[in-house]
């Protein structure tokens, strides 16, 4: 573990390799789980506001839940999460060529809306548990990520240079040098 500002950081964190395969995993983060996406509340407010953009990149069947559900609802847990087509994928998923991909994030790229995607969703595989005096941010390995790793550890790619973008979204540039300083005597002190 590593404590970096108001952070409590995984050595996984550090220690594993990862790097998204597509082409093998198929985009099955999107059906992983007994919820929906994990969101936050001013994420909620957002995907109720970019509905109307998102409607236009989405199945009939994830409109339908989104219809039916709304465009964020709480679980059975008491999070707040986004919408499932029945209880397998996350309502917001769309399919293109065999690959499950993300409506949001397709807006997104085609610059039709500022919202990324779910932050939780970006960062995967981290999860970030939100405490009052700390965030604990924890990689969670996930059987259907192995060709995540297994191509992370060819390339010799560490969770936190992978998850790069999410992670300064959230907690900033500053504090991702900071990891980088610590990551770079995790390696040298891990050598000697």
Not at 38 to 67: D, F, Q
Not at 100 to 116: G, K, M, T
């Amino acid at each position: 573990m590593l404590s970096l500002g108001k952070t409590i950081i995984s050595s996984a964190v550090f220690e594993e390799k990862f790097s998204c395969d597509l082409g093998k995993c198929k985009g099955h983060c999107c059906l992983q789980g007994d919820s929906g996406a994990p969101l936050e509340e001013n994420e909620a407010g957002m995907l109720e506001k970019i509905w109307p953009v998102l409607k236009t990149y989405m199945r009939p069947e994830g409109i339908k839940a989104v219809e039916q559900k709304g465009t964020s609802l709480v679980d059975a847990d008491g999070d707040l999460v986004t919408p499932l087509i029945g209880n397998a994928e996350c309502a917001y998923a769309l399919y293109d060529e065999g690959i499950y991909l993300c409506a949001i994030e397709r807006a997104w790229e085609n610059r039709q809306i500022s919202f990324r995607k779910p932050v939780s969703c970006h960062l995967f595989p981290i999860r970030i548990k939100r405490y009052k005096e700390f965030d604990a941010v924890n990689y969670e390995e996930l059987k259907i990520c192995r060709p995540a790793r297994k191509k992370g550890l060819a390339e010799d790619i560490p969770v936190y240079s992978f998850l790069r973008d999410p992670l300064i979204r959230i907690y900033g540039g500053e504090w991702y040098e900071e990891l980088l300083t610590a990551a770079r005597e995790i390696k040298k002190n891990k050598v000697v």
